[in-house]
């Protein structure tokens, strides 16, 4: 007969989870992942439920109970994920700066140069503006843009420098390669942003139809900019 397992009750009761064996170990983590689970459900029918209502009502501050009761939640649910409606909107700004990202470098995957790839981003954020469904889904952000970057600053500053990114990668090739050899692609980044955020936000927030010739007007007065930023062949010198 062998000797019997013996307990470290001591070890057991001490303030430090023991060691479990693999069998048990596997099944805590089974139970893990099923509440992980449930949890990333929850936490996804809660940001659908925000966006939605955002999307209806044209506002970035609905209620908590309105986005619970759309989610089929409870304020439970809700606080288990969320300390603050904030931070709710800051995991909407998050997401949605995620996918408008995803598009961007999708459309400069395209591009067959550095130079073709900056005018991919600038067209690919105006059509935030000229694709109805794109402009639905965006205009209460447009709208509400400066109380939401006061409200949440940290929210408003990581997603401008998140979608910024592709487009200074693109400008630092455009520089090496010579296609741009005047291109500063810190300022020029902030510069072609600012350009054409601003023009799709000034079109969402009139609610304006805009015209595909002035869209296209805004890109190329944008990639003349760039080339003509090169710097000038030095002068010869006098009595040359």
Do not use: C
């Not at 479990?20 to 596997?26: K, V, Y």
């Not at 983590?29 to 992980?36: H, K, P, T």
Request: charged letters at 30%; aromatic letters at 4%.
């Amino acid at each position: 007969m062998g000797n019997p397992v013996l307990i470290d009750s001591a070890r057991l009761s001490g303030t430090e989870a023991p060691e479990l064996p693999a069998r048990a170990e596997r099944s805590v983590e089974r139970a893990l992942e099923a509440r992980r689970a449930a949890y990333r459900d929850e936490v996804t029918r809660l940001l659908r439920a925000g966006s939605q209502l955002m999307r209806e009502t044209g506002t970035v501050d609905p209620r908590v109970s309105d986005i619970v009761r759309r989610a089929g939640l409870s304020n439970q649910a809700f606080y288990r994920h969320f300390r603050a409606k904030d931070e709710l909107l800051l995991a909407i700004l998050e997401e949605g700066t995620r996918e408008l990202r995803g598009y961007l470098e999708h459309r400069m995957a395209r591009g067959t140069s550095p130079l073709e790839q900056i005018r991919q981003w600038i067209q690919g954020v105006l059509a935030q503006a000229l694709v109805p469904e794109a402009a639905e889904a965006t205009r209460p952000f447009a709208i509400n843009r400066a109380r939401l970057v006061e409200r949440l600053p940290e929210g408003g500053v990581a997603s401008a420098d998140a979608l910024k990114a592709p487009l200074r990668a693109a400008l630092a090739r455009a520089a090496a390669e010579g296609e741009l050899p005047g291109a500063e692609p810190e300022a020029d980044a902030e510069a072609l942003y600012q350009l054409a955020m601003g023009w799709m936000q000034d079109q969402l927030v009139l609610r304006a139809r805009p015209r595909p010739e002035a869209a296209r007007h805004l890109v190329e007065f944008a990639l003349r900019g760039l080339r003509r930023a090169a710097p000038a062949a030095p002068e010869a010198p006098r009595g040359a």
